[in-house]
């Protein structure tokens, strides 16, 4: 999500059907310079966790999808969208089924999937960028933009075939009656061959983005290098929205608003081309996810009658480019890599921790990872309780600001099921504790001081609310067999979640990660 804009909007709120209350779970708008303002109703929150993400998914939704913020963000956003799928699947798999359909209805003819779909209802000073900065059905005409549906025309992480496969699992028996995974799969198929061929801008294979907003953590120190070859547009041509509702310290700059604008416009105006942009970057997160739905899609295939095998051996070797490209085992993490220096930029992100997710990860590098996540960088259950954004001890670090320091619940919701696959029980579990508590305490926010679980930006945040609601009804493991604490994954629905590969099946070194089934 572009989370460097704010809104003025207020809109009528649009409830479910099945609502059993007409008022949403918290009141007030606006932000204060941590947290949107709320009145957080006591006798709610004496009400079952499960019960007010429920009631927040309801307030968010919309009809067709759920906005990530009644007061915030009124559009639909794309990465969004898919982690509110997965939890909006254990209240109503047709709603979750519906969330992604009304997303991939605004998908452009190359295949890329937008990353807002706008509501033509919302006044376009109530968002910045707006419709008409990106005037997508005619500067994105000749990359094949819809006509009769607004976007922008940059993407974000594609999630969305992973949350397609586990709303599917959802209600088989209905996506099957609806042949949901038939309509979706070849628009999910084209949407992946934009990254790997589109966006192949290093020729190492992996995918890259062309502006901060696309990998979705919009301002993290990581971008801070490539961002500085780009001549930032003038302040008189446009009005950061964003200023209005929060504190300018918890904000990015003026001079990184503005190169975020330039880069926005000069992909505008070059009819949303790919390969001429200043800024070109390799990012780890945006990656694995792109594997863990290569592999989302095989099982899908197979779901469809065809083997997946094709595609499981090409997210394998995605994933070896991944750790030849962006693994450093000095660092003992993953780094973005600069494609236009071709060098990789030593800051220390939770994107680079994502790669946990990957089944076929090799074990060295998976349990590397675990060391630094609780290491000094990161210093998960000891300084911290949620993994931060950024390096702890990192010259950019801030507690407050976007994705310089603050925990996030979709990345954190990440990093517990890259435990819990490659066989940290106890950990995944502790994290999992400590999301749940933070989510119920913090009002659903948006995202969290890493150190004490202050809320920060809105409240009832709709994936911190979804994604709430699928910890919640993921069993608790046993405790660790002997296995486990040797290394090898036990058997685990995450396995099954995140794919498989080499048919479970470690190689002769026994270099494989999870032990899937």
């Given at each position: 999500?572009?989370?460097?804009?704010?809104?003025?909007a207020r809109?009528?709120v649009?409830?479910d059907?099945?609502?059993?209350?007409?008022?949403?779970p918290?009141?007030?708008?606006g932000?204060?310079?941590?947290?949107?303002?709320a009145?957080?109703d006591p006798?709610?929150?004496?009400?079952p966790l499960h019960?007010?993400a429920?009631?927040v998914?309801?307030?968010?939704?919309?009809?067709?999808?759920?906005v990530?913020s009644?007061?915030?963000?009124?559009?639909q956003w794309?990465?969004?969208?898919?982690?509110?799928?997965?939890?909006?699947?254990?209240?109503?798999?047709?709603?979750?089924?519906?969330?992604l359909e009304t997303?991939?209805?605004?998908?452009?003819?190359?295949?890329?999937i937008?990353?807002i779909?706008f509501?033509?209802?919302?006044?376009?000073?109530?968002y910045?960028?707006s419709?008409d900065?990106?005037?997508s059905?005619t500067?994105g005409?000749?990359?094949?933009?819809?006509?009769t549906?607004?976007?922008?025309?940059?993407?974000?992480?594609?999630v969305?075939?992973?949350?397609?496969?586990?709303?599917h699992?959802?209600?088989?028996?209905?996506s099957?009656?609806?042949?949901f995974?038939s309509r979706v799969?070849?628009?999910l198929?084209?949407?992946?061959?934009y990254l790997?061929h589109?966006r192949?801008?290093?020729?190492g294979g992996?995918?890259?983005?062309v502006?901060?907003?696309?990998?979705?953590?919009?301002?993290?120190?990581s971008?801070?290098?490539p961002?500085?070859?780009v001549t930032?547009?003038?302040?008189r041509?446009?009005?950061?929205?964003?200023l209005d509702?929060?504190?300018?310290?918890?904000?990015p700059?003026?001079?990184?608003?503005g190169?975020?604008?330039?880069?926005?416009?000069?992909?505008?105006?070059?009819?949303?081309?790919?390969g001429?942009?200043?800024?070109?970057?390799?990012?780890?997160?945006f990656?694995?996810l792109l594997?863990?739905?290569?592999?989302a899609?095989a099982?899908i295939?197979?779901?469809?009658?065809?083997?997946?095998?094709?595609?499981h051996?090409?997210?394998?070797?995605?994933?070896?480019?991944l750790?030849?490209?962006?693994w450093?085992p000095?660092?003992?993490m993953?780094?973005?890599?600069d494609?236009?220096t071709d060098?990789?930029?030593p800051?220390?992100?939770?994107?680079g921790?994502?790669?946990?997710i990957?089944?076929?990860l090799?074990?060295?590098?998976?349990?590397?990872l675990v060391?630094?996540?609780h290491?000094p960088h990161?210093g998960?259950?000891?300084?911290?309780?949620?993994v931060?954004?950024?390096?702890?001890?990192?010259?950019?670090?801030?507690?407050?600001?976007?994705?310089?320091?603050?925990?996030?619940?979709n990345?954190?919701?990440?990093?517990?099921r890259?435990?819990?696959?490659?066989?940290e029980?106890?950990?995944?579990?502790?994290?999992?504790?400590a999301?749940l508590?933070t989510?119920?305490t913090?009002?659903f926010a948006e995202?969290?001081?890493?150190y004490t679980?202050?809320?920060?930006?809105?409240?009832?945040?709709?994936?911190t609310?979804?994604?709430?609601?699928d910890?919640?009804h993921e069993?608790?493991?046993?405790?660790e067999?002997?296995e486990a604490?040797a290394?090898h994954?036990?058997?685990?629905?995450?396995?099954d979640?995140?794919?498989?590969?080499?048919?479970?099946?470690q190689d002769a070194?026994?270099?494989?990660?999870?032990n899937?089934?």
């Amino acid at each position: 999500m572009d989370r460097t804009t704010q809104l003025t909007a207020r809109r009528t709120v649009h409830f479910d059907p099945v609502r059993t209350s007409a008022s949403p779970p918290f009141t007030g708008h606006g932000e204060t310079g941590r947290a949107q303002a709320a009145v957080y109703d006591p006798v709610r929150r004496a009400e079952p966790l499960h019960l007010r993400a429920a009631e927040v998914l309801h307030s968010n939704w919309t009809g067709t999808s759920t906005v990530p913020s009644r007061s915030l963000y009124p559009h639909q956003w794309s990465w969004d969208s898919a982690f509110i799928a997965i939890g909006l699947r254990h209240l109503s798999p047709l709603r979750a089924q519906t969330e992604l359909e009304t997303l991939l209805d605004a998908q452009w003819d190359d295949g890329r999937i937008p990353h807002i779909v706008f509501n033509p209802s919302v006044p376009l000073d109530a968002y910045f960028p707006s419709p008409d900065f990106w005037r997508s059905s005619t500067a994105g005409h000749a990359a094949g933009a819809p006509r009769t549906v607004q976007t922008s025309g940059i993407v974000q992480p594609p999630v969305h075939a992973l949350a397609a496969w586990l709303v599917h699992t959802a209600d088989p028996g209905l996506s099957r009656a609806r042949s949901f995974l038939s309509r979706v799969y070849p628009r999910l198929a084209a949407w992946h061959r934009y990254l790997l061929h589109r966006r192949d801008l290093g020729g190492g294979g992996l995918a890259s983005v062309v502006h901060p907003w696309e990998q979705g953590m919009d301002n993290a120190p990581s971008w801070d290098a490539p961002l500085s070859r780009v001549t930032p547009a003038p302040a008189r041509s446009y009005r950061r929205a964003d200023l209005d509702h929060g504190a300018a310290e918890d904000r990015p700059t003026d001079l990184d608003y503005g190169r975020y604008v330039r880069l926005a416009a000069d992909y505008r105006d070059g009819g949303y081309a790919d390969g001429t942009a200043d800024f070109a970057v390799e990012d780890p997160a945006f990656n694995a996810l792109l594997i863990a739905s290569e592999h989302a899609l095989a099982r899908i295939a197979r779901e469809l009658g065809a083997t997946g095998t094709a595609r499981h051996a090409h997210a394998e070797r995605l994933t070896e480019a991944l750790v030849d490209r962006l693994w450093d085992p000095a660092e003992g993490m993953f780094f973005c890599r600069d494609v236009r220096t071709d060098e990789r930029i030593p800051e220390r992100g939770v994107s680079g921790l994502i790669p946990l997710i990957l089944p076929t990860l090799p074990r060295e590098t998976a349990a590397t990872l675990v060391r630094t996540l609780h290491g000094p960088h990161f210093g998960l259950g000891a300084a911290t309780r949620l993994v931060p954004s950024y390096d702890l001890t990192g010259h950019a670090f801030d507690p407050h600001r976007y994705w310089r320091g603050p925990a996030w619940f979709n990345t954190n919701w990440l990093v517990e099921r890259g435990l819990r696959l490659h066989g940290e029980h106890a950990r995944a579990s502790k994290l999992r504790g400590a999301l749940l508590e933070t989510a119920d305490t913090s009002g659903f926010a948006e995202y969290v001081d890493p150190y004490t679980g202050e809320a920060c930006g809105a409240l009832g945040f709709s994936w911190t609310a979804a994604l709430t609601l699928d910890l919640l009804h993921e069993a608790p493991e046993t405790p660790e067999t002997p296995e486990a604490e040797a290394g090898h994954s036990t058997t685990h629905s995450t396995a099954d979640e995140f794919g498989e590969g080499a048919n479970g099946v470690q190689d002769a070194r026994g270099a494989r990660g999870g032990n899937l089934r």
